[in-house]
T-cell receptor, first 116, second 112 residues
Framework: SAVISQKPSRDICQRGTSLTIQCQVDSQVTMMFWYRQQPGQSLTLIATANQGSEATYESGFVIDKFPISRPNLTFSTLTVSNMSPEDSSIYLC?????????????FGPGTRLLVL | QKEVEQDPGPLSVPEGAIVSLNCTYSNSAFQYFMWYRQYSRKGPELLMYTYSSGNKEDGRFTAQVDKSSKYISLFIRDSQPSDSATYLCAMKRGGATNKLIFGTGTLLAVQP
């Protein structure tokens, strides 16, 4: 398993500003992921972040809006840029753990964002 | 058609009941199947993990995968009020394709 922390846990921001969310893992992992969960909905993958390479974005998400950094094997950041009320959501990071024939993901506690 | 279908509920049961949660899927390439529990205002917590077909039991929880029917289930025995949460199924292909596909989640309420 993996223990994941996120900062901040929640924030209220003004439209047009940017927020950077940090994700820290207690062990070295290759694959990290960023998800968005809008109220009452399931999880939507924003991008996959591998250490040492550019993040891979899913359809509907672009680097200018959601730049991601992955400086080492235990840390990643997601920035939500030029925010609008539509960006109000929970943002979750997750890591993939592979071993003993298993491939699964563990999630952080999430960052609850409200844009006014 | 969505790749993964899950009844959103809500599902309300009395304490002590057996709960059955289900997902169907369309992609026969899925190999890894997971159930997550998400309490309100928390991140998803991995509850059960199964590779390919078969059953897996962990305490009061049993996960079943029927690949021939493209159908997975999570059973909760002797349900408790603390089991009240949203349950998300998720699945993925193996190897280099690491994207998890989630169901919409089923909201479960266990009444004391």
């Amino acid at each position: 398993s993996a223990v994941i922390s996120q900062k901040p846990s929640r924030d209220i921001c003004q439209r047009g500003t940017s927020l950077t969310i940090q994700c820290q893992v207690d062990s070295q992992v290759t694959m990290m992921f960023w998800y968005r969960q809008q109220p009452g909905q399931s999880l939507t993958l924003i991008a996959t972040a591998n250490q040492g390479s550019e993040a891979t974005y899913e359809s509907g998400f672009v680097i200018d809006k959601f730049p991601i950094s992955r400086p080492n094997l235990t840390f990643s950041t997601l920035t939500v840029s030029n925010m609008s009320p539509e960006d109000s959501s929970i943002y979750l990071c997750s890591v993939e753990v592979v071993g003993q024939g298993a491939e699964t993901q563990y999630f952080g506690p999430g960052t609850r964002l409200l844009v006014l | 058609q969505k790749e993964v279908e899950q009844d959103p509920g809500p599902l309300s049961v009395p304490e002590g009941a057996i709960v059955s949660l289900n997902c169907t899927y369309s992609n026969s390439a899925f190999q890894y199947f997971m159930w997550y529990r998400q309490y309100s205002r928390k991140g998803p917590e991995l509850l059960m993990y199964t590779y390919s077909s078969g059953n897996k039991e962990d305490g009061r929880f049993t996960a079943q995968v029927d690949k021939s029917s493209k159908y997975i289930s999570l059973f909760i025995r002797d349900s408790q009020p603390s089991d009240s949460a949203t349950y998300l199924c998720a699945m993925k292909r193996g190897g280099a394709t690491n994207k998890l596909i989630f169901g919409t989640g089923t909201l479960l309420a266990v009444q004391p």
